[in-house]
């Protein structure tokens, strides 16, 4: 039986933004914010909990990212991006921006809006660092130490990084282990230590087993994978051709300044046309615009 993706956003949604896999979520959290002992989240809030639909599949906007609530307030929210689409920041941005203002009802003082941490795991390499996982805050330009608030809390966590990352301390390390584990092409063996070495993790796995031998969710994923599958086609489909198009109008650029310079040489038109292969009325009207 074929292991689902983990990082597939339909299986990570069930792996950790339902509320029976609770405390996948909770351990999913604390490695990653790194709480000491006595802050440590014990308990959260699933929010926005919906199911993903046969109409929702081919949807981006359909797949809700996990989302949750501390006690305190405090909101979080885990996005699950596989393909680079050059907005990382400005996507993070909006989508904290987002949830820190919806939460102020009309009428009520700025100081009932709280934190809001927004964590991205990305399958593909982005920030110009060499660490797989950074935490960014608002600190102030010269006096490095002075944050002006705790309010914004934002994570990248690169998966490429971490997979060329020389020396692992999965032993001491849960986030490395939780990375190990969403890994797709992890060997058996390598599976069997992780899940010897951390009780939550085994329990994520049992999730994931069930998942991928229940017949109505494998038909959801494959048709999910399909729909990435198609959507990053698409996306390198329109690069490549906006690579062309932009060749051809530099190639064109090219030969256009050549037949100027040749123009003013008063070479004649038959010249031009052998040495730049532009079209009799493209020189003629070169030579108008020239003169």
Do not use: C
Request: no cysteine; aromatic share 8%; glycine share 2%.
């Amino acid at each position: 039986m074929e292991r689902f993706k983990p990082l597939n956003d339909f299986v990570f949604k069930k792996l950790f933004g339902e509320n029976e896999v609770k405390d996948n979520l909770i351990a999913f959290l604390n490695s990653v914010l790194d709480k000491k002992d006595r802050e440590r989240l014990v308990s959260v809030e699933i929010l926005d909990n919906k199911d993903l639909t046969r109409e929702m599949i081919d949807d981006k906007e359909g797949i809700l990212d996990v989302r949750a609530k501390t006690k305190d307030g405090t909101q979080i929210d885990i996005e699950v991006q596989l393909t680079d689409e050059h907005n990382m920041e400005k996507r993070t941005l909006f989508y904290w921006s987002r949830l820190y203002s919806k939460e102020l009802k009309k009428g009520q003082n700025y100081n009932k809006l709280n934190k809001v941490i927004t964590i991205n795991i990305l399958d593909f390499k982005y920030l110009e660092i060499d660490k797989f996982h950074s935490k960014f805050h608002l600190w102030e330009d010269e006096i490095k130490d002075y944050m002006l608030t705790d309010l914004v809390e934002i994570h990248f966590i690169e998966i490429p990084k971490f997979r060329e990352l020389p020396n692992k301390n999965l032993k001491e390390d849960k986030l490395q282990r939780w990375l190990t584990f969403f890994n797709q092409d992890i060997s058996e063996e390598e599976l069997k230590e992780l899940i010897a070495m951390d009780a939550d993790i085994k329990r994520a796995e049992k999730r994931l087993e069930y998942l991928s031998s229940d017949p109505k969710m494998r038909e959801i994923y494959e048709a999910r994978e399909k729909a990435l599958h198609d959507r990053i086609s698409r996306m390198e489909n329109a690069m490549e051709k906006g690579i062309k198009k932009g060749k051809k109008i530099g190639e064109e650029k090219a030969k256009i300044d050549i037949a100027k310079k040749l123009i003013l040489m008063d070479m004649d038109t038959e010249q031009i046309l052998n040495a730049t292969g532009l079209s009799k009325e493209d020189i003629d009207k070169l030579y108008k615009e020239t003169h």
